[in-house]
């Protein structure tokens, strides 16, 4: 029998729904190969009264990632054989383009396409066609930094391997899934659902929370290479059974995608071929994320441990919260608990280079971040804020902000906040010839407003905020892909006389947008 405490596992199982409230879920574990653990809560449709089983199919999202690039491995081999046919993805790139394997790992410095259609004027609820995203991904000219040499978390790259892929075999993602992982791995229930507006089995996805309570997420994207499989938790527990199974040989599909990513520069990175490499209760784990508006997903290994944990929601729990609490519970170890931050953190900083703000606020034991696509939780070590793949340190005024996972380091400077700022100023339309797109700056009576027009359309008006000198908070409600790419930053530019010339727009997945003033 698996050497696990059954009782403990159980009782972390059981406080899974309190600790993640929404309308169901489903949750399993596997040890040694053998499934010790497979629980369903809830309902698939509430309105319906459906309930939710190990056999209900939900979407794994971008869980889909590591099975795009499974298939790449199975039919081509070596990437390097498809980099050629990068380029006709991105005609008017001025930068170097990336290798097919950079676009695997996410070091291709490219921005990502699905936060990009804000700026392209897209409504959060409009349909997003199969035919509109390689236009899209077009129009990119420069992007965050060379290839190889940082890690930027990107859909677009994806995107592109798939199309890669389908022209290269002459076949379908959907027949080279079957073949190469679905059935070796016996995943009956499996299937590439690629329009989201129908999702499989008719489970619904819920937006929410106990507070608002939760209501039918609108979903109108269509994507594949990047995301699209839905599959059951039967299904993900076999996957990990065939994982488990060819654990030894070095030959197999899964080894291969686990192997160890680096940078252009020998530094070991923590993302490669779809896979996400971190540590929990000292243990190697590789797995990944999904997120689309009204489900979340996670499902993770370690090779070493030989020990498997898949958690799918149908709402926007933390899906990979879940699946920690549930790996350490296996693994008969406790989270540890936070020290008490001595002192205050709190503050605002401006990272000039990304054009992002930063946004500290302390608790207790705890502090949050704000500064990607979601609040990061840090503690403090007394001289330190710390989470995995972030340190945050004092540096004078200012904060060093030490990325690993991104091989990079970055310089915070202290941006006093302000309640106010006279927005007349910088009203007025701006041009992206980046984005071949157009952004509308409106102030009425105190308020300040954000409208975007482009390729698919015009946006709504998003609310602006002032939140220093020259930088303004552009916040999101939510994108087409699930929730909003994090707040935007609008740092205003001007000529040498003063005057405001252009702006500079970025979030943590499209960083450094350029606009001049028309």
Request: hydrophobic fraction near 40%.
């Amino acid at each position: 029998m698996p050497d696990i405490d059954h009782t403990r596992l159980y009782s972390a199982l059981d406080a899974l729904p309190k600790a993640y409230p929404g309308p169901g879920g489903v949750a399993g574990v596997m040890k040694d190969g053998q499934i010790v653990a497979a629980r369903a809560w809830g309902y698939a449709s509430l309105e319906t009264g459906t309930p939710l089983s190990t056999a209900t199919r939900l979407p794994i999202c971008s869980i889909s990632k590591q099975f795009t690039c499974g298939v790449l491995l199975a039919t081509v081999g070596d990437p390097a054989k498809l980099d050629a046919g990068v380029a006709e993805f991105l005609p008017r790139l001025e930068t170097p383009l990336p290798t097919v394997k950079q676009l695997c790992d996410n070091q291709s410095g490219l921005r990502d396409y699905w936060a990009l259609t804000i700026l392209q004027g897209a409504k959060a609820e409009q349909t997003f066609r199969r035919e509109d995203a390689l236009p899209l991904i077009a129009k990119m000219k420069t992007g965050h930094f060379a290839p190889g040499t940082s890690y930027s978390y990107n859909n677009s790259n994806f995107r592109m391997v798939g199309e890669l892929i389908e022209r290269a075999t002459g076949e379908t993602l959907e027949t080279l899934y079957q073949r190469h992982i679905w059935g070796p791995a016996g995943m009956t229930g499996a299937e590439l659902t690629a329009d989201t507006r129908h999702p499989a089995d008719g489970v619904t996805g819920y937006e929410g929370s106990d507070a608002t309570g939760f209501f039918p997420a609108d979903n109108g994207i269509y994507w594949r290479g990047d995301a699209g499989i839905s599959a059951s938790l039967d299904d993900m527990l076999a996957y990990e059974a065939w994982i488990d199974a060819t654990r030894d040989d070095a030959a197999s599909l899964y080894r291969q995608l686990s192997a160890a990513p680096s940078f252009v520069d020998g530094a070991p990175a923590s993302y490669g071929y779809g896979l996400s490499h971190e540590e929990i209760g000292g243990a190697a784990f590789t797995g990944h994320a999904g997120a689309l508006r009204g489900f979340r997903a996670y499902r993770m290994n370690s090779r070493e441990e030989r020990l498997s944990v898949v958690v799918l929601f149908n709402h926007e729990g933390s899906a990979h919260g879940a699946a920690t609490r549930l790996a350490l519970a296996a693994m008969g170890k406790d989270a540890p608990e936070p020290a008490p931050i001595a002192h205050s953190w709190d503050g605002q900083w401006l990272d000039a280079e990304r054009g992002m703000l930063a946004r500290i606020e302390t608790g207790r034991r705890t502090a949050t971040l704000q500064y990607g696509t979601g609040d990061a939780e840090l503690t403090c070590d007394g001289e330190a804020l710390r989470s995995d793949g972030l340190v945050i340190a004092r540096e004078g005024d200012g904060l060093t902000m030490l990325r690993p996972d991104e091989n990079t380091t970055r310089s915070l400077t202290p941006l006093p906040e302000i309640a106010s700022a006279d927005a007349t100023e910088i009203a007025g339309r701006y041009r992206s010839d980046e984005l071949d797109a157009e952004m509308e700056i409106e102030a009425r009576d105190g308020g300040v407003y954000a409208v975007f027009r482009g390729m698919l359309g015009e946006g709504r008006r998003e609310r602006m905020a002032a939140a220093g000198k020259d930088a303004w908070r552009i916040a999101t409600r939510r994108s087409m892909d699930a929730p909003a790419p994090g707040d935007w930053t609008l740092v205003i530019g001007r000529d040498a006389a003063g005057a405001v010339s252009g702006a500079t727009l970025s979030c943590w997945l499209a960083r450094g947008v350029p606009y001049t003033r028309l």
